[in-house]
């Protein structure tokens, strides 16, 4: 069997309030397969967020190791983290944070112009992102003239202008209402784990954590694949989408 692609070993964050040490990730382990799609569940303030910075390098751990494609975030500098996420790592958040002075393609550009990779090259693939999500006939609008779901698409192309090798997504369809999120669900597992890239999604929503390979709860600190989907999906909390 390959070695994982992104893996977590041992993984601890804490973070001092005043005379308290909060411990919010206690030993987390997690080996995530080149093309496989994940699924993390846990009730709000349990630390999914937490996760997916510190494997996204967003974050360092307190303790504990994490490995992207063998390279140990420990031994590298903040620049070199900054390198890595640049081009090995995607995110999609809730909330799009598209810039709203730049129209649909030339957010998908920034990323690769940040990389400063030929411009030509950098052009043609978002053009080919936005058809491959649907946008075609909405490359030159900006994000005020889009709706949710558009944005949320334009958002996703922007996270794979760079070609990552896994995507992290924070609740992705958490701001949308059913019918959209299918429709935005959709294109991000047919362009993620569709296409051999590693998907990692925080979700509240069980019909979500069903389409993953696993699917695992973030509970006291600790990550435990789940046994019963039932039990992903009942965290006392609303599922996105479902009563809109």
Do not use: W
């Amino acid at each position: 069997m390959s070695a994982p692609i992104l893996q977590a070993r041992g993984v601890v964050r804490e973070y001092i309030d005043g005379e308290r040490r909060l411990r919010v990730l206690d030993g987390v382990d997690l080996d995530v397969a080149e093309g496989e799609f994940i699924s993390i569940a846990g009730q709000s303030g349990s630390g999914k967020s937490t996760l997916l910075h510190l494997l996204g390098a967003l974050d360092r751990a307190s303790a504990g190791e994490v490995r992207l494609k063998g390279q140990d975030y420990r031994k590298l500098s903040d620049r070199q983290l900054a390198r890595l996420r640049s081009s090995q790592i995607g995110f999609v958040y809730q909330f799009h944070h598209l810039l709203p002075e730049f129209t649909a393609l030339e957010n998908v550009l920034m990323p690769g112009l940040i990389q400063r990779r030929p411009q030509a090259d950098v052009v043609k693939h978002a053009e080919e992102l936005l058809r491959s999500v649907g946008l075609a006939e909405r490359m030159t609008h900006r994000p005020a003239k889009l709706s949710g779901g558009e944005q949320q698409r334009v958002a996703l192309a922007r996270a794979l202008q760079n070609n990552p090798a896994v995507v992290l997504a924070d609740e992705p369809t958490g701001n949308l209402d059913a019918e959209t999120s299918r429709d935005v669900l959709k294109f991000l597992i047919e362009m993620t784990a569709g296409q051999g890239r590693s998907l990692v999604m925080v979700t509240h929503d069980a019909s979500i954590a069903r389409q993953a390979d696993r699917c695992f709860l973030l509970k006291g600190g600790k990550l435990n694949e789940s046994k019963s989907l039932e039990e992903a999906g009942t965290l006392g909390e609303k599922v996105p989408g479902s009563v809109r």
